[in-house]
């Protein structure tokens, strides 16, 4: 029997790396015979509740394989010298698995070299020239088995590195994502009801913008029916205490499933998502979408989807409103989507030759 550990922000309250974890397990489940599957995230009481047969922080486990499930695994926002105290902080209350990880490295002997590796469906960068990040990057994935990455950005980090890499798509783009039906909203206001997918941005100024843009926005249009919902509750504190007299929906894993959380995003009939995994999962939902391009990813993922929209910097109030009277509420996402779902089936799909080649 084959023990695999995945990696990921998997427990930390973030729908969108919990339903990644929860699409990895169905693609290893659906396409692999003989395997022993233990997540490894952020120490929680609820992910036993989302996983089937996978194992979670399983301490004793020994892999044979170490694979890292998605997201961005390597980024840094400034470049070393740039980076205050005040962001180093904030990084370490909003990252403690990664401190942890730092600090388990220094006390014990990392048994990166004592499995196998692989990546799959994950991004790099962007790093503004922070060259130590980028080295630790180069040098994480050229000792790796196997890398397959989730957008043209990071591909051409790899080939740039000189690093064999699969062009490949978010998972959730998979077959392997069990999305509900469609449905189409109707409401008794008669009004299109928006879904506004938040999240706290501490790492630059710019992307952090957004946030009283967005506010005056919502206080100011009215041909709509909006409700905010956050996505990651214990991350997004900023915007849980601006949200405290609001209508909002939360991921709540103790109260929700993924289907049933899903059910409740289907409801919506569009969305502003300042959230990566927000975005796909509307365009999954066949919803029209406006990312919030408050980092590099969305962008990216608005030119992968054509019919996504983009809010660019620096978050003009009326171009907003522009965009959220454009929404096309017959979008027709089949082409670009079976192109992201083509990609991302073709890069797991490899990894499984290769998992079978080398055992």
């Known amino acids: 029997m084959t023990k695999l550990t995945i990696r990921g922000a998997y427990g930390e309250t973030n729908f969108g790396d919990d339903l990644l974890m929860c699409v990895f397990e169905n693609y290893f489940l659906t396409e692999f015979d003989d395997l022993q599957l233990n997540f490894v995230g952020e120490n929680s009481n609820y992910v036993d509740l989302l996983l089937t047969k996978g194992k979670y922080m399983q301490s004793s486990f ?7 499930g998605g997201g961005t695994q390597f980024f840094a926002f400034q470049s070393k010298n740039e980076t205050s105290l005040k962001q180093k902080v904030l990084f370490a209350i909003n990252n403690p698995k990664a401190i942890k990880e730092r600090i388990k490295k220094i006390l014990v002997k990392d048994k990166y070299d004592e499995a196998k590796v692989a990546f799959l469906g994950f991004g790099i960068g962007p790093f503004y020239e922070n060259y130590e990040a980028i080295l630790h990057a180069k040098e994480k994935t050229s000792k790796a088995n196997f890398v397959g990455v989730r957008d043209e950005v990071s591909y051409s980090y790899c080939t ?28 008794s206001s008669g009004k299109i009801k928006i ?17 009283n843009n967005l506010l005056e926005f919502y206080k100011n249009y009215s041909d709509a029916e909006f409700q905010f919902i956050v996505f990651a509750p214990s991350r997004d504190k900023e915007w849980i205490a601006k949200l405290k007299n609001e209508n909002v929906l939360l991921w709540d894993p103790q109260k929700y499933s993924i289907k049933s959380f899903l059910d409740e995003l289907n409801k919506f009939d569009g969305f502003i998502s300042a959230r990566y995994h ?18 590099p990813k969305l962008r990216i993922l608005t030119e992968q989807v054509k019919e996504i929209k983009l809010w660019k910097k620096p978050f003009d109030v009326k171009d907003l409103a522009d965009l959220v009277n454009q929404l096309d509420f017959n979008v027709d996402y089949t082409d670009s989507l079976n192109e992201r779902k083509a990609n991302a089936d073709y890069m797991l799909l490899e990894f499984k030759k290769i998992f079978h080649e080398i055992g």
Do not use: M, Q
């Open 160 to 187: 740039e590195w000189n690093i064999p890499a699969i062009l490949g798509a978010d998972v959730v783009f998979s077959s392997y994502f069990n999305k509900p039906d469609i449905l189409k909203s109707t409401h």
């Open 195 to 211: 879904g506004i997918i938040v999240r706290d941005w501490d790492w630059e100024k710019s992307g952090n913008s957004y946030i």
């Open 62 to 68: 020994v892999a044979d394989w170490e694979i890292y």
């Open 278 to 295: 927000g975005a796909i999962v509307a365009s999954l939902l066949n919803k029209p979408v406006i990312c919030v391009e408050i980092e």
